[in-house]
């Protein structure tokens, strides 16, 4: 699979807001840095964010993690506060367009928001 800097003067986007990388619609991993760190990694599928999306905070502490499809985070989304604690987990319909749970925890760990979507 071929990875990309996401600052590569050959990256840019269209119009419709799709990635291209020589002028061509990307399909691979897109990855930014900071300095020496990476910092994020994304799945492209013909231009659109699609696959694992994950970044670091620049010691190299995770701080988000989730998968796209076609746009739309799917699924499980997770988040980090910079010293390794949970910050959030939300859970979104498959094709990403509905939210239908989320919590959230402070950077101690302690609970600050649960939420469920009635119809979930």
Do not use: C
């Not at 119009?15 to 994020?40: C, D, H, M, N």
């Not at 670091?56 to 998968?67: A, H, I, L």
């Not at 499980?76 to 979104?92: C, D, I, K, M």
């Amino acid at each position: 699979m071929q990875r990309i800097d996401i600052d590569d003067p050959a990256v840019d986007m269209d119009a419709s807001q799709r990635l291209l990388y020589q002028g061509k619609l990307f399909t691979g991993e897109v990855a930014e840095y900071q300095g020496e760190a990476l910092i994020s990694l994304d799945g492209y599928t013909e231009g659109i964010q699609d696959g694992p999306t994950l970044e670091w905070f620049p010691d190299g502490t995770k701080r988000s993690e989730g998968v796209m499809r076609m746009g739309f985070v799917s699924g499980e989304y997770l988040e980090w506060h910079p010293n390794g604690t949970l910050a959030s987990r939300q859970v979104f319909s498959e094709d990403g367009k509905r939210l239908k749970e989320e919590y959230k925890w402070d950077v101690q760990g302690n609970p600050t928001r649960t939420w469920r979507d009635s119809d979930a």
